[in-house]
């Protein structure tokens, strides 16, 4: 099972960035699957998940209004589309997958991780 996030870089404020995310060795259909960060010397914050069909995705309120999440299950791959960038947002995204709830997306409670990708939103 692998995850492979890429998208990544450097950004002014107010910028936009897409972030994907490619899996491979499961079912990728079948899965819910979502996005996390960890800002430097912080604790890692679940931002956005989405079910293994789509539907209602799940936002945290951080990124609300500006980030959008999507799936094409034909290509195995999640796309993270951010917007209007904040110096806040800096950090490493990782795509992660096994997650039954969005209360569990929330907890970035996921069983599967892939390996991150840094965003730097800097003037």
């Known amino acids: 099972v692998q995850l492979q996030a890429s998208g990544g870089g450097l950004v002014q404020p107010g910028g936009s960035l897409r972030l994907s995310c490619v899996g491979s060795?499961?079912?990728?259909?079948?899965?819910?699957i979502g996005w996390v960060r960890q800002a430097p010397g912080k604790e890692r914050e679940g931002v956005s998940c989405?079910?293994?069909?789509?539907?209602?995705?799940w936002y945290s309120d951080s990124v609300k209004g500006r980030f959008t999440i999507s799936r094409d299950n034909a290509k195995n791959t999640v796309y993270l589309q951010m917007n209007n960038l904040k110096p806040e947002d800096t950090g490493v995204y990782y795509c992660?997958?096994?997650?039954?709830?969005?209360?569990?997306?929330?907890?970035?409670?996921?069983?599967?991780w892939g390996q991150g990708t840094l965003v730097t939103v800097s003037s």
């Open positions: 989405l079910k293994h069909d789509g539907g209602t995705p």
């Open positions: 992660a997958t096994d997650v039954r709830t969005y209360t569990a997306c929330a907890r970035a409670d996921y069983g599967v």
């Open positions: 060795g499961f079912t990728f259909g079948n899965y819910a």
